[in-house]
């Protein structure tokens, strides 16, 4: 549904999510506001770096002895953050025409990151709020640390490749033909600059708001279970039990072969199956898989859950770790492609002098 603004006639603003404008309006009617105009409102939606921040503001707020609602309305005047101050406006819009907190907070949010809305307890204490926070924000600050480690290895090669192709323009630049040729490879030069500077401005803001966990998730195994175990304790932590914590679990994925075996599991535990038969076997690697059918006889299966997700954690550091090796070797052979055809502009002339 599209988003629309109120401004009332003594200069408040208000924001409303509706199916139309007549809709909006009809509404406030009602309510005896006749003095409006509504227009639409071009939401800039929350990605995992922009949640991140405003779930630190909330909790430092709530640390201070505010209130949920009353740290929305605190963000919503005085927030240094323009797109904090407008989703806080948004969600006060929201709380007054009856909308659930997480609820409005999913509407202002991007789809990759409208599961971590649901992390967030606004119904209970104020101090199971500000834990139901901290939960959120340690997952998001995995995702983004994830990103911000392939986005580092590719700082350097990236910087070469930019120096080489300057280099190249600045050669072109200084010979000063006049010739149709020359101007047409000065063109083709500045055109391949200009191309590289958008690609990689692309991919530095997609690692930087954590979009590289899209492509991890849907190439890397290892890397989806340890985001899956991570997701599971971090859920458990809010009071969740292990059932209702796996019939949430598949909003969190994009990739359908694992949302499929999630809700496998949760309907073969509803079935009454024990936790060795209704969770496949990958899931719990080495010592994971004893503890696992230990599990049957005792019925505590936290120890097998621990166990699986060092032992995925572990596995993940590793993929990580090769991929900080791989990428940056791929980027600096882009690059040497362009210092090779730089060194060869460059030191062409004097070889057909010799």
Not at 114 to 120: A, E, K, R, S
Not at 175 to 191: A, R
Request: proline share 3%.
């Amino acid at each position: 549904m599209p988003w629309y603004k109120i401004k009332h006639q003594n200069g408040r603003i208000d924001y409303r999510n509706e199916i139309s404008e007549s809709k909006v309006i009809f509404d406030y009617i009602i309510r005896g506001y006749w003095q409006i105009s509504v227009s639409d409102w071009k939401l800039k939606k929350l990605d995992y770096r922009s949640l991140q921040i405003f779930y630190e503001e909330m909790r430092s707020a709530l640390q201070s002895g505010l209130q949920l609602n009353q740290a929305i309305s605190h963000f919503a005047l005085s927030s240094t953050h323009p797109k904090i101050a407008n989703t806080s406006k948004a969600i006060l819009s929201e709380l007054e025409n009856g909308t659930l907190f997480n609820e409005a907070l999913s509407k202002l949010t991007q789809t990759s990151a409208t599961p971590y809305c649901q992390l967030l307890n606004s119904k209970g204490s104020r101090e199971d709020c500000e834990k139901s926070l901290s939960v959120s924000i340690t997952q998001l600050t995995a995702l983004l640390d994830w990103s911000q480690r392939l986005l580092k290895t590719m700082i350097y090669p990236f910087s070469i490749i930019q120096i080489a192709l300057i280099i190249l323009i600045a050669n072109k630049v200084m010979q000063q033909k006049v010739e149709e040729s020359y101007i047409f490879d000065l063109t083709n030069v500045v055109s391949v600059y200009f191309v590289c500077s958008i690609i990689q401005f692309i991919i530095i803001q997609s690692l930087y708001q954590g979009h590289a966990c899209h492509w991890l998730e849907k190439y890397s195994s290892n890397f989806r279970l340890t985001k899956l175990f991570s997701l599971l304790s971090s859920t458990r932590q809010t009071g969740v039990t292990l059932q209702q914590a796996l019939k949430t679990m598949p909003e969190y994925f994009q990739y359908t072969p694992l949302k499929e075996e999630l809700y496998q599991v949760y309907y073969t535990l509803r079935l009454g199956k024990n936790y060795a038969a209704s969770f496949p076997a990958h899931w719990f690697p080495n010592e994971s898989s004893i503890a696992l059918h230990s599990a049957e006889k005792d019925g505590d299966i936290e120890r097998a859950l621990i166990l699986a997700a060092k032992e995925h954690e572990k596995r993940w550091q590793k993929n990580i770790s090769l991929l900080e090796k791989l990428i940056p070797a791929a980027c600096l052979f882009i690059a040497g492609g362009f210092v090779a055809s730089t060194l060869i502009t460059l030191y062409a002339p004097l070889i057909e002098m010799s």
